[in-house]
C-alpha cells in the first residue's frame, strides 16, 4: 500500500504562488478538488489524515460512500499505486495555504501570513517540537 501522509511535517505555500493571503476556494456548480479539499480539513482540522483526505475528495466526486464496504474496496484499489499528496493541491499552490501534519498524520489547515504559519515554515512545532518543512510543488517550471 502506497500513502500519502506526512509526520509532524509541515508543506509550506510554493514558491511560485500568487496568492495575496490565503483564500477559500470558490464555490462552483460542481465542487472542484480544492474546494472539497479545503472543507474537508477546515470543517475538521486534525481530524483526518492526508490519505483520508485525497481518498475522500476522489469517492465524493466519484458518488463512492467510502465508509461503505465498496469504499474500502475503492481505497484498497486507490491505494495500490502511488497518489499524488497534498504538496500538489492548489491549496498551496494558489489559495495560500499550508498544511500541517501532526505526529499521527491528521491535518490541518494554516493560512499564509499568520504568526502560526511563520512559526511552521520556521520548522517550530506546537508545544515546543520541530516539524519537518516542505513546500508546495511550483505550478510553473523553475528558470
Given amino acids: 500500500m502506497h ?9 509550506a505555500v510554493a514558491d511560485d504562488s500568487t496568492a495575496p493571503g490565503a483564500v477559500v476556494p470558490p464555490a462552483r456548480a460542481t465542487p472542484s478538488v480544492a474546494e472539497l479539499t479545503y472543507r474537508m480539513i477546515a470543517e475538521h482540522p486534525y481530524r483526518y489524515t492526508s490519505d483520508d483526505v485525497v481518498f475522500g475528495v476522489w469517492a465524493e466526486r466519484r ?25 500538489s493541491s492548489d491549496l498551496g499552490k494558489r489559495y495560500g495555504w499550508g498544511v500541517h501534519a501532526d505526529s499521527e498524520s491528521r491535518v490541518a489547515l494554516v493560512p499564509i501570513g499568520t504568526p502560526e504559519y511563520e512559526a511552521f515554515a520556521a520548522g517550530a512545532g506546537p508545544a515546543g517540537g520541530v516539524v519537518a518543512v516542505t513546500k508546495a510543488m511550483r505550478s510553473s517550471r523553475a528558470r
Fill in 3 to 11: 500513502t500519502t501522509n506526512y509526520v509532524d511535517t509541515f508543506i
Fill in 63 to 87: 458518488g463512492i460512500d467510502a465508509a461503505s464496504a465498496e469504499g474500502a474496496a475503492a481505497r484498497q484499489e486507490f491505494f495500490s499505486k502511488g497518489q499524488p499528496c497534498l504538496r
